[in-house]
């Protein structure tokens, strides 16, 4: 199956410093890639969809200022963290879209666990 | 707006019992289905995919049955093993092929030895 990468798998910061989160397709090429956000014991609740080479569309609620994506390449997919803060300390998933594929399954990286002090 | 409820939230069974996790959805206008697998502090894998012209997926020791009229699907597992264990998720595609997945909260499989 396609393989979705994510770097780093955890990481911890100061409140006000920025966290940029990777994303990758490792064998396969993705033209849409997402941004989830899961708190726990609950529902993943997407936060934006990205196309590569466009700007990001986000969701109702999600500050496009705060969270800036980046979908510079068919297989990368960057999510930046402005001047994070506690409360956006959560865990982070992204996920692909193969170009073409007609039943346009997504597959998902293994998630960013942010802890923002 | 879509809604995707998973009862129960948390099922706890001895092994090699066969148990079905229930998945229901508001907006029967969906494009299709998809149960997935979430271990604690993990990313989500695939387990089925089911269009929405299909009644049934199967895979292994799980079967996904799928009733679009009744907003309904189930997740059935046979035989269980401790291996199982884990949050299972259901997400459904709505608004066409390009519609964005909604899932519901998981339900957490717990399968005792």
């Known amino acids: 199956g396609a393989v979705v990468s994510q770097h780093p798998s955890r990481v911890i910061c100061k409140s006000g410093t920025s966290v940029k989160i990777e994303c990758r397709s490792l064998?396969?090429?993705?033209?849409?890639m997402f941004w989830y956000r899961q708190f726990p014991k609950q529902s993943l609740m997407l936060m934006a969809t990205?196309?590569?080479?466009?700007?990001?569309?986000?969701e109702q609620g999600v500050e496009k200022d705060k969270f800036l994506i980046n979908h510079a390449s068919l297989t990368l997919s960057t999510l930046t963290v402005t001047s994070a803060h506690p409360e956006d300390s959560s865990f982070y998933i992204c996920?692909?879209?193969?170009?073409?594929?007609?039943?346009?399954?997504?597959?998902f990286g293994p998630g960013t666990r942010l802890t923002v002090l | 707006k879509q809604e995707v409820t998973q009862i129960p939230a948390a099922l706890s069974v001895p092994e090699g019992e066969n148990l079905v996790l229930n998945c229901s959805f508001t907006?029967?206008?969906?494009?299709?289905l998809q149960w997935f697998r979430q271990d604690p502090g993990k990313g989500l894998t695939s387990l089925l995919l089911?269009?929405?012209?299909?009644r049934e997926q199967t895979s292994g020791r799980l079967n996904a049955s799928l009733d679009k009229s009744s907003g309904r699907s189930t997740l059935y597992i046979a035989a269980s093993q401790p291996g199982d264990s884990a949050t299972y998720l259901c997400?459904?595609?709505?608004?066409?092929?390009?519609?964005?997945?909604?899932f519901g909260k998981g339900t957490k499989l717990s399968v005792k030895p």
């Open positions: 996920s692909a879209k193969i170009s073409g594929r007609v039943y346009n399954e997504q597959f």
């Open positions: 064998d396969f090429q993705a033209t849409t």
């Open positions: 990205s196309n590569e080479g466009s700007k990001a569309t986000y």
């Open positions: 907006d029967s206008a969906i494009y299709n």
């Open positions: 089911i269009q929405s012209s299909q």
């Open positions: 997400a459904v595609r709505g608004g066409g092929s390009q519609g964005n997945l909604i």
